[in-house]
């Protein structure tokens, strides 16, 4: 299970290296807030959305839809696994 968790960690890690960070020196903190360090905005939180849709072949209900869900890698990734059961 660390090493599924630990894919995904990356995964997601690179989705927003790829897309959002346009600076491959900035660091990413996995406990960082993605909104308030300016590296996501409300419309890149759709995007990683529907690439999280996509890559996981799941469907997120509008309650999901929160920045407490969504803020840091460490919370999609925890949000993530408990949508997947694991």
Do not use: C, W
Not at 3 to 22: A, K, P, V
Not at 34 to 57: F, P, R
């Amino acid at each position: 299970m660390a090493d599924t968790s630990n894919h995904r960690r990356e995964q997601i890690r690179g989705y927003i290296r790829t897309n959002f960070l346009f600076d491959p020196n900035k660091p990413l903190n996995d406990t960082e807030s993605l909104l308030n360090a300016g590296i996501i905005d409300s419309t890149g939180v759709l995007e990683l959305i529907g690439h999280l849709e996509a890559t996981y072949n799941i469907k997120f209900s509008d309650a999901d839809l929160t920045a407490e869900n969504f803020d840091s890698v460490e919370k999609i990734v925890q949000f993530l696994e408990g949508k997947l059961g694991n």
